[in-house]
């Protein structure tokens, strides 16, 4: 589904990836995990368009999204839930998953929004509970599951999470990553970016590890928890 082959990006001249290649088949969960300031992140908003790249490929279905602005990206299938939720938080819940159906009112599509809405509040009970609170009163998990529901409106294929589970309780980690497998059980190819390598082992297939903007190691996720060099850096020995 996805394919990135020798991505090279920069901040300014600073290089943030350097000849990064990885490939997601579609009905994957993979993760890719890091320390801050790997380029995670980077590597999301390249896929996305959020950033431009200077060399190498983003095959997406076999076609190459390098330069679609994100707008066309997002109508592609491809949608991100980015770090640190950046919801509307002046704004009502209700208000902010009807953002993320921008596309569908371009096209006048009321009886699949109200779908999506149906299905999301379904997904995230408390969400429909309090569909008219200004969603900056939320709390972090309830943002999280806001950000991650605003995103589902677009009816991604390829949903991209960056840092879900960051500032949260174990408890609601655990509650955002069960949503994660309900999601790819229902259909939803997810890349998943973590500094929580041992959550986001768990929960994937397949992984990737990233260092200065480089792939170090790869490999099915069960094998990475088992590696030596990633229980040492990542995982506390």
Known sequence: MLRIENLNAFYATIPALKGVSIEVSKGEIVSIIGANGA???????????LIKTQQGSILYKERDIVGLPANKIVGLGICQVPEGRQIFAHLKVQDNIHLGA???YRRRNRAEI?????EVYRLFPILGRR?????????GG???????????????????????SMGLA??????????????????????LV?????????IAKRAFVLETGEIVLEGL???LLDNPKVKEAYLGG
């Not at 380029?39 to 999301?44: A, F, H, I, P, V």
Request: proline content about 4%; aromatic content about 2%; charged content about 25%.
């Open 170 to 191: 174990p408890l609601i980690v655990r509650e955002i990553l069960s949503v994660i497998k309900k999601l790819n059980e229902s259909g939803t190819t997810i890349l």
């Open 102 to 104: 921008y596309l569908y």
């Open 131 to 139: 569909a008219k609170q200004v969603a900056g009163t939320l709390s």
């Open 114 to 118: 109200d779908r999506r809405i149906e």
């Open 221 to 223: 996720a069960a094998d």
């Open 39 to 49: 380029g995670k992140s980077t590597l999301l908003k390249a896929i996305t368009g």
């Open 194 to 202: 973590e500094q929580n390598a041992k959550a986001a082992l768990n």
């Open 142 to 164: 309830e943002q999280q599951m806001l950000a991650i529901a605003r995103a589902l409106m677009g009816r991604p294929e390829l949903l991209l999470l960056d840092e879900p």
